[in-house]
């Protein structure tokens, strides 16, 4: 149990890793949000599911269970959030974008 | 009854939160439950009845399944476009029609779209969603309505509607 409890936190580790890449390499605040908020959601809730394989059934597992769905709920409505603030605040779409649907709807 | 069902959930959550089951624990978690079913309850699903039929848990435990495959399938996918030298990305805000008709169900759908890596939801009007995309992969609405909602579009509305 504890093995395995060890390879879903080094897996979380590194998706934190690759989210944190993404966060400097990737050009503008939308696609930086994406890897910001998804690869780092993904990472964290399989360090909290290493943690529960870790301590089991106890107190400390079932809370790091818990925070799993706290923290996905938080995640995707404050990346959500984000994106249309940032939108309507003016950022531009950086300059490889190729499509922009939204631009009618927020000029109306 | 949907300030009931809130007051039972808040409860419920309490217990497994504190992780005890003193009696003072418990009377300190029931007045704490009642404040937030008194105070959050009109934001509450207004029909309660449908989520005590048992065949949506059984399609809910499928589609966490599903998405959880697809979660990790998007995000591997994510992390080599990060970890490519000349990152191949082509971002996009998309327009992606969609049939579900409940609140409850729209959130559901944007908050499934935005957790799989690739997409995050913009904005919901009417019955369309907005999503920006980090790889727009076809000009075809059908094509990219099919790759980005349909595939969990069938069962949320199985489990909310």
Known sequence: MEIIGFIFICIGILFNFFGCIGLTRLPDVYNRLQSATKCVTLGTCSILIGVFFHFGFTEAGIKAIIAIPLLFFSATVAAHALVKGAYIFGVKLGDKSVKDDYKDVTKS | ?161
């Open chain 2, 1 to 161: 009854m949907r300030y009931i069902a809130l007051f039972i959930l808040a409860f419920i959550f309490w217990l497994l939160l504190t992780f005890n089951i003193d009696i003072s624990n418990i009377i300190v978690g029931i007045v704490a439950s009642l404040i937030t079913a008194f105070v959050f309850g009109k934001y509450f699903i207004k029909d309660v009845i449908p989520f005590l039929q048992p065949q949506r848990y059984f399609w809910l435990i499928i589609y966490l399944f599903i998405f959880t495959w697809e979660c990790i399938k998007a995000n591997f996918y994510v992390a080599y476009l990060v970890l490519h030298p000349a990152m191949p990305i082509k971002p996009g805000i998309v327009k992606v029609k969609m049939g579900l008709k409940t609140n409850i169900a729209k959130t559901m759908l944007a908050n499934s779209i935005t957790m799989t890596p690739g997409t995050i939801t913009v904005d919901i009007i009417n019955d369309e969603i907005y999503v920006h995309w980090i790889y727009v992969s076809s000009e075809d609405p059908e094509e990219y309505s099919q790759k980005i909602s349909g595939r969990f579009e069938k069962y949320i509305k199985k489990i909310f509607e």
